[in-house]
């Protein structure tokens, strides 16, 4: 079965770091992978997926991330972080008959 | 676009009653979703429809879960009876060209309580 890891539960950055969050992902073959993000109170919404193709994919808010096989990782990353990035990140994969299975989320929380 | 509309946005209940809750996908999407998020168990996939027809409900954790859809424009999820352990938020999502293939759309959820 397939499977999501977000080994952080929470991270801390400064108003203008640099961010990277960490997805693994278990599953057979190619995955569709996903980066979502949830403000208080509301929904999912999409950042970012990868399907083919090019392995570091551009997302919206200045988000990208990389697709790398050999390490079963797709992580997200943003050069420069903003205070209304705070918010809940999950990353997910799909590709079979399962329909998307999400990670447990990272918390991030970011410091003025 | 109104995007995907849920109601109740909560719902307190007390233990043995039945619940249900309600999704109004967004207009000419053919997939149709509910997740159930806790802080134990994350983000859980319950079912999924296509075209109004049930595809998976390998997620639907007991039989006091059931979930219709009778037509493209709404959805239910109803817990009969509730318990206190069905406590969450309820999410439905809606997406246009398959599971993968477009990105799913949440509708904002319904925390549901029950004492």
């Known amino acids: 079965a397939q499977s999501v890891t977000q080994p952080d539960i929470h991270i801390t950055v400064s108003e203008g770091a640099s961010l990277e969050l960490r997805c693994n992902y278990s599953?057979?073959?190619?995955?569709?992978l996903f980066w979502y993000v949830q403000s208080p109170g509301q929904g999912l919404q999409l950042l970012l997926k990868y399907f083919s193709g090019d392995t570091l994919v551009q997302g919206i808010k200045g988000f990208e991330a990389e697709f790398k096989r050999s390490q079963s990782s797709f992580n997200l990353r943003k050069p420069s972080v903003h205070w209304s990035d705070a918010a809940e990140y999950f990353c997910a994969v799909g590709g079979g008959a399962d329909g998307l299975t999400f990670g447990k989320g990272t918390h991030l929380i970011i410091q003025p | 676009d109104a995007g995907v509309i849920q109601s109740p946005r909560h719902e307190v209940t007390e233990m043995g009653q039945e619940v249900t809750l309600r999704c109004k996908p967004i207009?000419?999407?053919?997939?149709l979703f509910w997740y159930r998020q806790t802080m134990m168990r994350g983000l859980e996939l319950l079912i999924y429809?296509?075209?109004?027809?049930?595809?998976?409900d390998s997620g639907m954790p007991e039989d006091r879960f059931s979930a219709k859809m009778p037509n493209a424009s709404f959805s239910t999820l109803k817990i009969q009876p509730s318990e206190p352990r069905d406590s969450a938020v309820y999410f439905c999502?809606?997406?246009?060209?398959?599971?993968?293939?477009?990105?799913?759309?949440f509708g904002n959820g319904t925390r549901l309580t029950v004492t």
């Open positions: 999502a809606s997406s246009g060209q398959g599971v993968y293939n477009s990105p799913l759309h």
């Open positions: 207009s000419g999407h053919d997939y």
């Open positions: 599953y057979g073959a190619t995955p569709y």
């Open positions: 429809f296509n075209n109004n027809v049930p595809i998976d």
